[in-house]
């Protein structure tokens, strides 16, 4: 079934981007290393977040917790868990971003299959892992997660492994594409955007009004729908040329340290996704732009690792949880010491790292090519458009 084609635009730049760009792999490198970290602070420090507020329910209350806890919620791996909300930005920007770039209609057979193909197979092999290792938590649970559902159920949502609520998420996102492509070409992408963040303020009134604390809500598409929206947004501005931060980085830097600074104020519950999307958005701005510059070696080499680790983000994200706590118990030999839990931590991370290295070798890429081969076969087209 075709829905749309891409409306041309007027001098079109020629964008040396594309899904396994080195750029593109960086970004998402550094979004799994942050969520390894966060989930990594909660085998060593347990519960840390924040929670509970002052009475005049701004600022949380200072007097309950120590400064130390205070400040490890204020840190880039503290607040690991935006490492999430980058993979949203990331994953719409490129789904919209290719989209424009292949000139051609969107096809929901063609779009649907290389999701599939890309998305399912890895994460079945991982829930057969997980389920038959630890238990799928009834089948109630074992069906929500066969569908991709089992986050939009407070049963499910945590079971089996709770990574894997946002990829239900993100399943859910790419159902609401091509609703959003519609909603496009009847307002524009500015005014479609807006909708969505309209949308996303309705739902938030409605959750703080009810005092629904379930992150079943907090973390449902309605909510977070506005975060991927906010990266396609971003994609087509991207595609049309179209400059969204071209100031010093040092304003990045400032604009970091006031998201920092938020963790301490109800700010953070509320909007931290969304501030986070922004900043990471006008920080995709500045650096998908920046020519190559000449560094040294340990700077290229770095470069190149975490692009390596982004290219196994996926394969990293499904198999790093929930046996991380054992794992890091193991390499620290049971220690408590924070210097022998941080080295568990690293070694740990080389192990998911082997692991993903094999299983996007002999399990990602074999996959994609399957479904590119019978997508092909059954269409008669001899390939599929690289829109992805």
């Not at 806890?69 to 920007?93: I, K």
């Not at 074992?142 to 998420?169: C, D, V």
């Not at 500015?190 to 079943?216: D, E, H, K, N, P």
């Not at 650096?287 to 196994?312: D, E, I, M």
Request: proline share 5%; net charge positive.
């Amino acid at each position: 079934m075709t829905l749309l084609r891409t409306q041309p635009v007027a001098n079109q730049p020629a964008l040396g981007i594309s899904p396994h760009n080195e750029k593109i792999d960086v970004l998402r490198g550094v979004a799994i290393l942050l969520v390894f970290s966060y989930h990594a602070l909660l085998v060593i420090f347990g519960q840390y977040e924040i929670y509970d507020f002052s009475p005049s329910g701004f600022w949380i209350d200072f007097a309950r917790y120590t400064p130390g806890r205070v400040l490890l919620g204020a840190t880039p791996w503290g607040m690991g868990g935006q490492g999430v909300t980058l993979f949203l930005v990331v994953s719409g920007f490129l789904i919209h971003w290719g989209f424009l770039k292949s000139g051609a209609s969107f096809r929901l057979s063609e779009f649907f299959n290389k999701r599939f193909w890309r998305i399912y197979p890895p994460y079945l092999v991982a829930l057969a892992v997980f389920g038959l290792s630890l238990g799928t938590g009834g089948t109630f649970s074992l069906l929500t997660h066969l569908t991709l559902t089992h986050n939009l159920f407070g049963r499910s949502f945590s079971t089996i492994n709770p990574s894997f609520w946002s990829l239900g998420l993100e399943m859910q996102f790419y159902l609401l594409y091509p609703a959003f492509l519609l909603l496009r070409r009847w307002l524009g992408i500015g005014r479609a955007t807006l909708a969505v963040a309209g949308g996303t303020g309705l739902t938030l009134v409605l959750v703080l009004g009810f005092q629904i604390r379930s992150a079943v809500l907090w973390l449902s598409p309605l909510n977070m729908w506005l975060i991927w929206v906010l990266g396609a947004w971003f994609g087509e501005r991207f595609f049309q040329g179209k400059r969204l931060f071209a100031r010093s980085p040092g304003y990045l830097v400032g604009f970091y340290g006031l998201l920092s600074l938020s963790t301490v104020t109800v700010v953070y519950g509320l909007l931290g996704r969304v501030l986070f999307s922004l900043f990471f958005i006008c920080l995709m701005d500045w650096y998908l732009h920046q020519k190559a510059p000449v560094t040294s070696a340990t700077g290229n080499a770095l470069t190149r690792l975490t692009a390596r680790v982004g290219l196994y983000s996926y394969s990293i994200y499904l198999f790093h949880q929930p046996f991380l706590y054992k794992v890091i118990g193991l390499l620290s030999f049971g220690q408590q010491r924070k210097p022998a839990l941080a080295l568990a931590v690293l070694l740990a991370f080389g192990l998911m790292f082997g692991i993903a290295h094999f299983t996007y070798h002999w399990l990602e890429l074999p996959a994609i090519r399957w479904g590119k081969m019978l997508y092909a076969r059954w269409s008669g087209a001899p390939q599929p458009s690289r829109a992805s």
